[in-house]
Structure formats: C-alpha cells, structure tokens
C-alpha cells in the first residue's frame, strides 16, 4: 500500500512538471532595427520586411524599429535607449559608417549584440554583417553609363553622404572603372545625401555651369537619379539622351527605366538584408540550435550559404536591372 501511494504520488509529480514545462512560456526576445532614416523608398521596404520576418509575425521577436532621421547623435541616442530598456540585441543601418563603430563599441560593452546591416560600420565588434558589396554596385552602375556613352564624355557623380561607408565604397567602384576609361572627364562630383530634392537642386546647378556639356549621370542611389532626371526634364533636356544609372532598385526608378530615361539599376534585395540580419542575430542569441526562418537563405543557397550562421559576412548579390527586365520587377512592386 505505501509502495502504491508512493508510485500514484510520484507520478502524479511528474506530470505536474511535465504539464508546467509544456506551459512555460517561450522567451521573446527584445529587438531594436536602428535605421538610418526612412524617408526614402529602400529604407521602406527595409521595414516593411524586418516586420514581416516569420519570427516578428509568431511572437517570438518584439520588434522595435527606430528612424535615425539622417542623423549620427539620434541614432547614437537610440542606443542608449536599447541599453537601458536592456533589448537583447540590436540591427544596425548607421548614417555615419566611422561614428557608428564606437556606438557598437558602446553597446557591445553594455552586452548589446548589434549585426550590422545593407550600411557597412568600421567595427570589428559587429557580431555579423549582411548587405551587397558597394564597390562591385559602383563598378557596374559606372560601366553601364561609360558603356552607353561608348567611353567618351563628361559625366557628373552624385555622392551619398560624407562618412558612410557604403557611399564611399561606391564611389571606389565609379574611381576603378572611370581610371580605365580615360576618356571620360568628371566635371563635378558632390553628395546629396542620398537626397532626391538635393540632388535636383545640385544638377539644376550643374546644368547652368555647364550648359550642354552633361553627357552622363552616375549616382550613388536611385533617389538622386531621380533628381538628376527632374533637373533635366525641368531644364528642357530629354533624359533619354543622358545616360543615367543608380543604385538600389526603388520604384520609380525601375519604372524610369521602363521608360528609357534610366540605363541600369542595381537592385539591392532589401528583404534579404533586413530579414538576414535578424536570422543571424537569433541564431547568436539562441545558438547552433536555431534554424533561420525566412525564405531568403534558400533563394540564395548557393551564392549566400547559411552554413551554421555564424559567419562575419554575408553577401547579398545584386540584380542588374535594365530596360530588358524592367518589366517584371514593375510588375512585382
């Protein structure tokens, strides 16, 4: 009889724990997306994705995403907050590439794990890095307009902002092809910020220094591409007749290209950046045992392997879009 109760009792002991550890709740993990400004259509497709990463959508992410308004001490501050409110790690789209490394110095001393995402950041500390090479987009929005202009002619260079490494990346790519295409002379080259507004004012500018002298635009990004094309169109200039390239794949300025009034974008998988990153930062903060959930890690298998998410870098290839394609990814949006 004693042996009896003590069995029922124990057995009834065990699956009181078993029906609490069946009801114990999963952890959420507190996560903050610092991105650099989302007044332009990329750093909006950017959100748009990070919020629909299977993770965000089951719970198991509470997502916090914050706008850096296009400036270093906001975002600097924005990671103050996560420190305090103690998220448990981080995304990281910086304005300012250089400062940015002592914001992840910052948080990574205070336990903040930060990866790095479609903005390089010159740190070593980042826990991984997920964007396209900047120096191969410049080299192949550069070959398209010297391409089209059959290697001779003036051109004028829109530049993204001063201390952020993506745009100075680009521009190394734009330096390497205009070097071996001797023909073609640089009349000005400045940022805009990544700015369509600024960028129309800078090649209204241009256009009244130089009148009739433009053959060619390569911009940074496609929001200063598309200014570039209101200035010429506002001055009386077909923008089919100077050649014009940029960078990312936004919407007007696949639908530019549709037009002719734009040879080539390179499109930047802006799903693949966002929802990549926060993959990775998952698999640091769950370990080996986390399997990455978006669908984005097998459509680029075999030229972005997962293998056991740990590594420093991740490339996320670009995708050439001209007139030839342009079509289909109009279609898509």
């Known amino acids: 009889m004693k042996f009896t109760k003590w069995f029922t009792s124990a057995a009834l002991g065990a699956t009181c724990v078993a029906a609490f550890a069946q009801s114990a709740p999963v952890k959420t993990w507190k996560i903050g997306a610092a991105v650099y400004g989302q007044r332009n259509e990329y750093a909006q497709l950017w959100v ?41 790690g981080a995304l990281y789209i910086p304005i300012d590439s250089i400062a940015g490394g002592n914001v992840v110095r910052k948080a990574t001393a205070a336990g903040l794990p930060v990866v790095g995402s479609n903005g390089p950041v010159k740190s070593d500390q980042l826990v991984s890095y997920i964007g396209s090479n900047d120096v191969l987009g410049g ?43 001797p023909g073609i002379k640089v009349l000005e080259r400045k940022t805009a910020n990544w700015s369509r507004a600024e960028a129309l004012t800078l090649m209204q500018n241009w256009i009244t220094a130089h009148p ?12 200063m591409a598309l200014g570039a094309i209101a200035a010429l169109k506002a001055a009386g200039i077909d923008p089919k007749t100077v050649p014009i390239a940029g960078i990312d794949g936004v919407t007007d300025a696949i639908k530019a290209i549709a037009r002719g009034e734009m040879v080539l974008t390179e499109r930047q998988d802006a799903k693949a950046q966002a929802q990549g990153a926060l993959d990775i930062l998952l698999r640091h903060e769950i370990g080996p045992s986390y399997k990455p959930q978006s669908a984005i890690w097998q459509q680029y298998a075999s030229s972005m392997p997962w293998g056991d998410g740990a590594a420093k870098l991740y490339a996320v290839p670009w995708t050439e879009v001209t007139q030839a394609n342009a079509a289909q990814f109009v279609a898509e949006r």
Request: glycine content about 14%; charged content about 20%; proline content about 2%.
């Open 212 to 223: 009739g002298q433009i053959n060619g635009v390569i911009a940074e990004n496609d929001e």
């Open 48 to 88: 748009n994705a990070i919020k629909d990463h299977p993770a965000v959508k089951s719970g198991l992410v509470s997502l916090t995403v914050f706008d850096g308004r296009y400036d270093h001490m906001t975002q600097d501050g924005q990671f103050d907050t996560m420190i305090t409110q103690k998220y448990d």
């Open 139 to 181: 080299q192949l929005e550069a070959t398209a307009v010297v391409k089209r202009l059959g290697g001779k002619g003036n051109v004028v260079i829109l530049e993204g902002p001063v201390g952020q490494m993506g745009a100075t990346q680009r521009g190394q790519g734009i330096d390497m092809v205009l070097k071996q295409n």
